[in-house]
């Protein structure tokens, strides 16, 4: 009985054409042949033997996929990876004055995104040679912001890296609420949109059964088996409530008798004076899980973060600054990570959160010290470093508290101080601060956390050293201090041939919409953006854009937007940049791979595909800070050009999804740049040309391949 005999069909077809895919010519040492090797893809060698193979699959002797736009400027006249376009008729009236005023609008607010956040309004002096051979300093100066300077200019009169004044930024920031509110702009922003969902579904509708068959094809790699990145998770509650309770009846029953508090108390006692025992640990008695109580009340959300609702216990199992120097945090935190790095049920990744809250100058050492710690207790000795986690610094959004700490007697400035200054001082000078600036290396990005719905101050001018009243300063006057000293390191830090810091703060998960004008200008990507929704001139602009978003369904249910009326299928359907991520599994997930139960929710919740979720996961994984070497073993090398440059068999997204993709938001592009060029009856009239011609060879097509064509109905529109 021949072999192929027992495997049923569709296997055997996968075979065959797995092999015919990847079947080479190789001379009889089973190299490839040199000349097979240099020929450029898809041409043919002469021969007939990809032609009898063509034959053989039934497929005809045709131009590979093209990536992009080949050299010669010509597109293959016909790809084996094409698929239906329905071209969109645009006629009398579709273009109109307010479009066009739109798209100015749209034009000028990527400028303003340029100004921050590509750097286009910053200057730098500093250049590679001159900080080999020059010595700098750093001062605060008085508006908030660090100074470097020459250690020659004794009178610093020359700042050597600038970023745009506060002044400058209140005014950008109106111009763009301003832009973002206008009716053309909205009205633009909502038709495009609109446009955008209409495509997907019917390029689902028509090329969805091409996409499966062309997953199918990827031998080799299936979802499980593609890196996918949990861009943001806070590190007090990456475990899950399982591990977290297990984790404590370990410590109570091994080492009950280990002082764990100031006044000498051990373990055992704590929770004897607690009235608790053994018995007591379980996940409903710990009180962690998130319910009703947490929705639309931050409060009570913060409370959970304590077991037993007892600050003493977080303390103790969940903070770094405590009496045994942070171990049992680190030995949880290691059990963690160990489940990414052994990759147990999928290939995944973390981006994790430490926080530095600005109330002492020294955070940044002890915070140090305990990451580079070689803990030998528990089951996995070694500091806190791992291939598969990358750590992020968040900052709470916590003036309130400092001000009360300090009576009166501070102001923002110097939280920013306590904030900054450790960093400037262990890039100049890393040999008086070398944990520090070791901690520094394995640092992605810095995230801005708290209530986004708590009350704050108006936006205003008033400078940090000024600033010493009790209120909460507005979101993205706090959001723009701490770009602008991020950047300022970043251009230091870049000179020096160091590594930089992305800027990824919360916006948009609650609170006022236009949060999100200010992440728009200054940041990379963002944590939640489903306020996106309430405002579609900025969602129009962060697809334009393809600012990240990192989405987690599951704790937007318990705490802001309920599964059904999460915005997160809908703005993935538009192209919109969106990941999946798990924000806090020790109070949202019941399982102990919380990112693969988000995936699992978000595709039974939203009627996923296979291929959806692959590309959500490969937006992970661009959105991530881990290195250009790594993005490149995961997506393919040549993934910087674009996600048609993204190496299939490694995401598992086909390619006619991400060409899909790529192609429509080329013609946004497009579209907008010509009607903000002004010739908007211009463009439509050569449209309207284009489309008849469209239609003339589409009757063409119909009368040139049949002989007799029997009538139909309003056959003569075509």
């Not at 579709?94 to 286009?120: C, D, F």
């Not at 309130?400 to 920013?416: A, E, I, N, P």
């Not at 400078?463 to 209120?471: F, H, I, R, T």
């Not at 200010?518 to 953006?529: D, E, F, V």
Request: glycine content about 6%; aromatic content about 10%.
């Amino acid at each position: 009985m021949d072999e192929d005999d027992s495997i049923p069909e569709p296997i055997l077809n996968l075979r065959k054409k797995s092999a015919l895919t990847h079947m080479r010519n190789f001379d009889s040492s089973g190299e490839e042949r040199a000349n097979d090797r240099k020929r450029p893809y898809g041409e043919s060698n002469g021969g007939n033997d990809s032609k009898l193979l063509c034959q053989e699959v039934g497929q005809s002797n045709e131009d590979p996929p093209a990536r992009e736009r080949p050299a010669d400027g010509n597109w293959p006249q016909r790809e084996s990876l094409s698929f239906t376009r329905s071209l969109v008729f645009y006629g009398n009236g579709s273009v109109t004055p307010e479009h066009e005023t739109a798209a100015k609008y749209i034009e000028e607010a990527r400028a303003l995104r340029k100004k921050y956040y590509m750097g286009n309004g910053v200057k730098c002096q500093l250049r590679n040679e001159s900080v080999k051979s020059h010595k700098f300093e750093y001062v605060f100066s008085s508006n908030g912001v660090c100074e470097v300077y020459d250690a020659s200019d004794f009178r610093r009169t020359n700042n050597l890296i600038t970023v745009p004044s506060l002044e400058s930024f209140v005014v950008d920031y109106q111009r763009l609420v301003e832009i973002s509110s206008s009716g053309a702009m909205r009205s633009f922003s909502f038709q495009r949109l609109q446009l955008l969902d209409s495509a997907f579904k019917m390029h689902i509708t028509i090329n969805g059964s091409a996409e499966d068959e062309a997953q199918s094809g990827l031998l080799g790699t299936d979802f499980y088996r593609t890196m996918k990145v949990d861009n943001h998770i806070h590190l007090a509650a990456a475990a899950s409530a399982k591990q977290f309770v297990s984790f404590v009846r370990d410590k109570l029953e091994n080492e009950g008798d280990t002082v764990v508090m100031e006044d000498g108390q051990t373990l055992k006692e704590v929770f004897s004076a607690a009235g608790l025992d053994s018995e007591h640990l379980t996940i409903d008695a710990f009180n962690v899980l998130a319910d009703y109580s947490v929705y639309q009340r931050f409060d009570n959300f913060n409370s959970k973060y304590s077991p037993f609702r007892m600050a003493q216990m977080r303390k103790i199992f969940l903070k770094t600054d405590n009496y045994i120097e942070g171990r049992y945090f680190a030995e949880l935190t290691k059990i963690v990570l160990a489940r990414h790095q052994q990759g147990k049920g999928h290939k995944s990744g973390a981006e994790m959160r430490l926080s530095i809250y600005g109330m002492e100058r020294n955070e940044w050492l002890q915070l140090a010290k305990w990451v580079l710690r070689d803990w030998q207790t528990g089951a996995f000795p070694g500091n806190m470093l791992s291939s598969h986690n990358r750590w992020l610094v968040q900052v709470p959004r916590l003036w309130r508290v400092y001000c009360k700490k300090g009576k009166g007697t501070v102001s923002f400035q110097d939280m920013l101080e306590n904030l900054f200054a450790p960093l400037f001082e262990a890039t100049l000078f890393p040999e008086e601060h070398p944990e520090v600036a070791e901690l520094l290396k394995h640092i992605v990005g810095f995230d801005s956390v708290d209530d986004e719905g708590s009350l704050e101050a108006p936006l205003s001018c008033c400078l940090p050293s000024v600033w010493k009243k009790e209120d909460n300063p507005a979101y993205c006057w706090q959001l723009y201090y701490l770009w602008a000293n991020i950047e300022v390191l970043n251009k230091l830090r870049k000179t020096k041939g160091l590594n930089t810091f992305a800027f990824r703060p919360h916006a948009g998960e609650t609170g006022d919409s236009m949060h999100l004008a200010a992440t728009y200008m200054l940041c990379r990507s963002i944590n939640h953006g489903i306020n996106l929704d309430k405002q579609v001139s900025l969602q129009y602009l962060y697809y334009l854009d393809q600012v990240g978003l990192s989405v987690s369904p599951l704790s937007n249910n318990f705490l802001f937007r309920k599964i059904k009326s999460n915005p997160f299928p809908k703005l993935f359907k538009r192209g919109m940049n969106v990941a999946l991520s798990t924000d806090d599994p020790l109070l949202f997930h019941m399982s102990d791979d919380a990112l693969l139960e988000e995936f699992s929710v978000a595709r039974a919740s939203y009627d996923l595909s296979m291929t959806d979720i692959s590309e959500i996961a490969r937006n992970s994984v661009l959105q991530s800070g881990f290195e250009d070497h790594l993005k490149a073993e995961w997506l393919g090398v040549n993934y910087k050009k674009g996600v048609t440059h993204c190496d299939e068999n490694k995401t598992h997204v086909p390619l006619i999804r991400a060409k899909f993709r790529a192609e429509h938001l080329a013609l946004e592009h497009q579209w907008v740049l010509l009607l903000a060029s002004g010739n908007g009856k211009t463009v439509l009239k050569d449209m309207m040309n284009t489309f008849g011609e469209a239609r003339n060879a589409n009757r063409s097509i119909l009368f040139e391949n049949m002989t007799d064509v029997p009538s139909f109905p309003e056959q003569n529109q075509l």
